[in-house]
């Protein structure tokens, strides 16, 4: 199974932006369809974007479309997740997340393999 380690996450004014990274060990990355969620305070986790295996395909959720770009280095068996023009609605602690499943749609937790620890994220009005 596959360990993952979020970074980058921290305190950003509203219109700021922030990168996120999610490195993986012990299996290749190559091997997962990955994914991030997010969990706002008082809120359940919810999906916010997830790319294919190659890289060639990425979904986002309809809240962040036009302002995160999720990527993927395999050789670096890492995944970014960029976050531009924040909002504080986007504030909440981010998850990284493994599926071994080939990317059909949006990725949904109960198919998740493996899952970081979370990354907080606050943006400030």
């Known amino acids: 199974q596959v360990q993952l380690v979020e970074s980058g996450g921290g305190l950003v004014q509203a219109g700021g932006s922030l990168r996120l990274s999610c490195a993986a060990s012990?299996?290749?990355?190559?091997?997962?369809?990955m994914g991030w969620f997010r969990q706002a305070p008082g809120k359940e986790r919810e999906f916010v974007a997830a790319?294919?295996?190659?890289?060639?395909?990425?979904i986002y959720a309809d809240s962040v479309k036009g302002r995160f770009t999720i990527s993927r280095d395999n050789a670096k068996n890492t995944v970014y997740l960029q976050m531009n023009s924040l909002k504080p609605e986007d504030t909440a602690v981010y998850y990284c997340?493994?599926?071994?499943?080939?990317?059909?749609?949006?990725?949904?937790?109960?198919?998740?393999?493996?899952w970081g620890q979370g990354t907080q994220v606050t943006v400030s009005s």
């Open positions: 997340a493994a599926d071994g499943h080939p990317m059909g749609g949006r990725l949904t937790q109960n198919a998740i393999d493996s």
């Open positions: 012990g299996r290749t990355l190559g091997s997962y369809t």
């Open positions: 790319i294919s295996r190659s890289g060639g395909r990425t």
